[in-house]
C-alpha cells in the first residue's frame, strides 16, 4: 500500500474517532494523570457505562498529558450532541454523575467542568480562552492529549511521517538546509544549531554512523521529554529517523531512563507499528534509505544526559564525559560518526519537515526561533507543562500562564535550567525567555525546568538542594567538578546552619569561576550556577546568616524559632493537629503556645495556621 493510501486510511479512522454522534469518554493518562488516579478514574466510568447500558455506545479511550498537571485527573467528554467538554479534578466517585449529567441528559456538569473543546458555552470558557492555554503555540505539544499515542491512524491522520516523505523527496543535503533555515537549535540545553550540527556528521566518511535521541531527563522538576514519548511517541521517532537519513545514519537508538516505564512502553508500540508499514527496515517506501531503532534503558545517572557519558552507556561502560576532540560528529557511539539530539528538539524537527522551515522561523526571537517546552513547577498556581514562543516574558510565564505564586505568596525568584541553572530574582520578571537574554542573568535555558521560588523560601538553602545534587550526581572524573561541588555543599551547609564566616562568599565565588573553566562537561561547567546567581543578587541574605545568625526566609532550622501570638491565634486547633512531635498544646478556643524543648522548627504549623499567628524568628 502506498503512503498516500495508508495515510487516506488513516484519516477515515480518525474520521470514525471525532464523529459528532458517537459518545466518547478521554481520559489523560500519562503518569502524571496515572499518579492522580486515572486508571481508577477509568474503571470507575466503565461501571458507570455497564450500569447504563452503554459500553459499546461510547469510546474510552486513554490519551496523553494537556499539559495542566495541577487539573488532573482531566476527562473530556463528548456526548450526544456532539458537544466536548473538558473535566478537572476528576475522581472515581465522580464518574456517575458525570454520565448521568452528560451522556445521559445531555448536560454539562458545572462542578468540575473546566472548558469546551468545541462550541461556545455561556457558563464554561473555551479551552483556547484559558488563562494558561492562550498564550501558548503547541508544536512539540502539537497531539500531546489529544490522540491516541498508541494508534499509529491518529499520528498519521494528524499529519504524521509527511515530514519523513517530503524529507525522502527532498534529498539529505536539502533536508539540513531546511532545518539551518528554521533556525532550531538544540533543546537539550546547549541551544546549538541542529542543522549545523546534522551537517557536521553528514560531511563525517564512515562505513557506519549512528543517531540518538536523548530521553535521559534528569533534572528536578523536569517532565517535558517525559510526556512528549508518552503523548506522541510517533512526532519523536519520525524526526529521529528524518535525522538519521539526513547524515547518512542506519541505525537510530532512543536513550530512555528505566524510570520512565510507560514512555518506553509507547516507544515499543510505536516503533512495531513504524516496522508494520515499513516506515522502518531496508528501502522504506522505496527510497533506498534503510534505518532501524533500537531502545537503550538508562539507569538513572544524571552525568548520562551528557552525550559523551550517554554514548558511554550505550557501549555497556561506565557512564563518564570524554575529553573533545574528538567530537561525536567525528568519533562518537563504538567510534562511528554519531549525531545526538533531546526528545524536543526532534519533536520539533518532525513538525518543521511537515510544514516547512519558514513556518517554524515565524515563532520567536531573532536568534532563537521556534517554541520552547517548560516544566512549570514550585511555587506556582498552575502547575505543569507548557509551550511558548521564545521571547516571552517570565511575566506571562509566571503570573498569566502559571496564575501567579501560590496563595497569594510574594514572587521572589525562578530558577531555569534544572539543578545546573541560575535563580533570576524578581527584578527581572519582564526578561525576555530566550538563549540569550537568560544567559546576560546568568542562567541558562537547559532542558526547560522552570521552578518559581515565593518569599518564604531560603535562597540559600535552595543553592545548598541544588548542590547536593549535582554533587552526588558527579561522576568523579574530573577534580574541579568532584572536588568543586563537595567544597560548595560543605560550605553552603555550614552557613545554613549558621556555622559561615564571611570569607567563605569570595572562595565559594572562586571555586565557582574554577568550574566553570576548567570542569570536563556541562555538569561540572554549569554546577556553581545556583550558587554564583545566589551570590549575586541575594548575597543580604548570606551576609544574614552569616552576621546575624538568622534566616530571613525562615527556612533554615537551625537558625529560626516558631512562636504563637496570643493576639492573633484564635485556638483553632490547626497548627496543634498538623504539629507532627505534639510540641503544641492548648484549649480550644484559647491561644495555643509552642514547647521549644520538642519543636523540631519544621514549619508545619506556620503552614496550617490561617490567622498567621506563627511568627518566625
Known amino acids: 500500500m502506498s503512503f498516500a493510501a495508508r495515510q487516506q486510511q488513516a484519516e477515515a479512522a480518525w474520521q470514525t474517532f471525532e464523529q459528532p454522534d458517537r459518545l466518547r469518554i478521554l481520559v489523560g493518562s500519562a503518569t502524571c494523570g496515572r499518579a492522580a488516579g486515572s486508571l481508577e478514574v477509568m474503571q470507575a466510568f466503565a461501571d458507570e457505562l455497564a450500569k447504563h447500558g452503554l459500553t459499546e455506545a461510547a469510546d474510552m479511550v486513554e490519551v496523553g498529558c494537556l499539559g495542566m498537571c495541577y487539573a488532573e485527573v482531566m476527562v473530556e467528554i463528548r456526548g450526544r450532541d456532539g458537544k466536548r467538554v473538558l473535566y478537572q479534578g476528576v475522581e472515581p466517585r465522580h464518574a456517575a454523575a458525570l454520565i448521568e449529567t452528560q451522556l445521559v441528559r445531555g448536560e454539562v ?3 468540575l467542568a473546566l472548558a469546551v473543546m468545541t462550541g461556545v458555552d455561556e457558563a464554561v470558557p473555551t479551552f483556547a480562552e484559558l488563562p494558561m492555554i492562550k498564550p501558548q503555540v503547541r508544536i512539540v505539544l502539537r497531539n500531546c492529549g489529544i490522540i491516541d499515542p498508541t494508534n499509529i491512524d491518529h499520528y498519521l ?5 509527511q515530514g519523513m516523505t517530503r524529507a525522502f523527496a527532498m534529498g539529505p543535503d536539502q533536508v539540513i538546509e531546511e532545518m539551518k533555515a528554521s533556525g532550531l537549535r538544540g533543546r537539550g540545553g546547549a541551544g546549538f544549531p541542529t542543522g549545523v550540527k546534522w551537517g557536521f556528521a553528514r560531511n563525517s566518511v564512515a562505513d557506519q554512523k549512528y543517531v540518538i535521541c536523548n530521553a535521559d531527563e534528569g533534572d528536578p522538576g523536569a517532565f517535558m521529554d517525559r510526556s512528549v514519548l508518552e503523548g506522541d511517541p510517533h512526532a ?4 529521529l529517523l528524518i535525522a538519521g537519513y539526513a547524515i547518512g ?8 531512563r528505566a524510570e520512565y516505564p510507560l514512555a518506553i512502553e509507547r516507544l515499543q508500540g510505536a516503533i512495531t507499528q513504524m516496522h508494520e508499514l515499513g516506515f ?3 528501502d522504506i517506501l522505496g527510497s ?5 531503532i533500537k531502545i537503550k534503558k538508562g539507569a538513572g545517572a544524571f552525568v548520562c544526559g551528557e552525550e559523551t557519558s550517554l554514548m558511554q552507556s550505550i557501549e555497556g561502560k561506565r557512564g563518564m564525559p570524554l575529553s573533545k576532540p574528538p567530537f561525536p560528529a567525528v568519533s562518537g557511539l563504538f567510534g562511528k560518526p554519531t549525531n ?5 528538539t526532534l519533536a520539533a524537527v518532525s513538525a518543521i519537515m511537515e510544514k516547512g522551515a519558514a513556518w517554524y522561523a515565524g515563532y520567536g526571537t531573532e536568534k532563537s526561533r521556534g517554541t520552547k517546552t517548560f516544566a512549570l513547577a514550585g511555587k506556582i498556581s498552575r502547575t505543569g507543562l507548557i509551550e511558548v514562543p521564545m521571547g516571552i516574558s517570565l511575566r506571562t510565564i509566571i503570573n498569566e500562564i502559571g496564575g501567579g505564586v501560590l496563595d497569594g505568596k510574594q514572587f521572589k525568584a525562578v530558577q531555569t535550567g534544572g539543578p545546573s541553572g541560575g535563580c533570576i530574582p524578581a527584578q527581572f520578571i519582564d526578561l525576555a525567555v530566550d538563549y540569550e537574554r537568560l544567559a546576560e542573568v546568568g542562567s541558562i535555558m537547559g532542558s526547560g ?4 521560588i515565593d518569599e518564604e523560601s531560603c535562597m540559600v538553602d535552595m543553592a545548598r538542594y541544588f548542590l547536593s545534587f549535582t554533587e552526588n550526581e558527579s561522576c568523579g572524573k574530573c577534580v574541579p567538578c568532584r572536588m568543586g561541588t563537595q567544597h560548595l555543599l560543605r560550605m553552603l551547609t555550614t552557613i545554613t546552619e549558621g556555622r559561615g564566616t564571611l570569607e567563605q562568599l569570595d572562595i565559594m565565588r572562586k571555586i565557582g569561576d574554577a568550574m566553570k573553566n576548567a570542569s570536563l562537561c556541562g555538569l561540572g561547567q554549569t554546577a556553581a550556577n545556583p550558587v554564583l546567581t545566589t551570590l549575586q543578587y541575594f548575597e543580604d541574605e548570606y551576609r544574614a546568616h552569616i552576621v546575624d545568625k538568622k534566616c530571613p526566609a525562615g527556612a533554615c532550622r537551625a537558625l529560626i524559632r516558631f512562636d504563637i501570638d496570643p493576639a492573633r491565634c484564635t485556638g483553632c486547633g490547626a497548627c496543634l493537629r498538623a504539629c507532627p512531635v505534639a510540641a503544641i498544646s492548648g484549649e480550644k478556643k484559647q491561644p495555643h503556645a509552642i514547647d521549644q524543648e520538642l519543636c523540631i522548627q519544621c514549619g508545619s504549623c506556620r503552614q496550617a495556621c490561617k490567622f498567621a499567628a506563627v511568627l518566625v524568628d
Open 109 to 111: 456538569y458545572l462542578p
Open 157 to 161: 491522520a494528524r499529519g504524521g511521517y
Open 236 to 239: 519523536v521517532l519520525e524526526g
Open 249 to 256: 545514519a542506519s541505525i537510530g537508538y532512543v536513550y530512555c
Open 280 to 282: 522502518l527496515g531496508g
Open 288 to 292: 533506498g534509505f534503510g534505518f532501524e
Open 340 to 344: 545526538i539530539n533531546n526528545v524536543e
Open 449 to 452: 525546568g522552570m521552578i518559581v
